[in-house]
């Protein structure tokens, strides 16, 4: 599972409300990122950090925003949430530090949020 | 930026069938194409990658061949089992730790 939890799994709140979803690693990779999953979207990256306190939007990053404040953690935030933000959002890691460079992505479980 | 696109959206196959799932990509300097499979309710996870200084790779009963003139690869799934039975999707990115831009995912199922 390269050590990877996402939290909550599960959320439901209405819309205006503020939400945080949190990424947590144990394996020491540099790379985070935070996806979203939608019917006919597949994986649509919402930001990605390459480093502690070093993050980049990615092709669908309005309405959100991140931290990353310690190597461990990576945090998703809905300022205030819409009905449009209602998916299953996925955290992947990469890059474990000290181990060969393959590419390959290791995703969370998933958390899955619905905005009423 | 990158753009991938995936078909079909959904196949059927009779088991013991192969499979076989196309995308495409936009951007040139793009050059590793990994596949990732995800079963129902779980989390994506990698079956196969490909860099373009390779035309084909192979393991057991999936391959993938890419075409870097025309600008896509595709996913060969023989001999199918209902196991198989998932969304794959194709990605594309320029290697390293690049950004992965990922296809719209093919829902495959195998009939037993």
Redesign the interface.
Known sequence: DAGITQSPRHKVTETGTPVTLRCHQTENHRYMYWYRQDPGHGLRLIHYSYGVKDTDKGEVSDGYSVSRSKTEDFLLTLESATSSQTSVYFCAISGRQGAENTGELFFGEGSRLTVL | ?ENVE?HP?TLSVQEGDSAVIKCTYSDSASN?F?W?KQELG?????II?IRSNVGEKKDQRIAVTLNKTAKHFSLHITETQPEDSAVY?CAA?K???Q???????TKLQVIP
């Open positions: 930026g995936q959206s590793y990994p990732y779980k989390r994506p996870q990698l990658d999707f990115s290697g390293g730790y950004k992965v831009t990922f296809g719209t995912g």
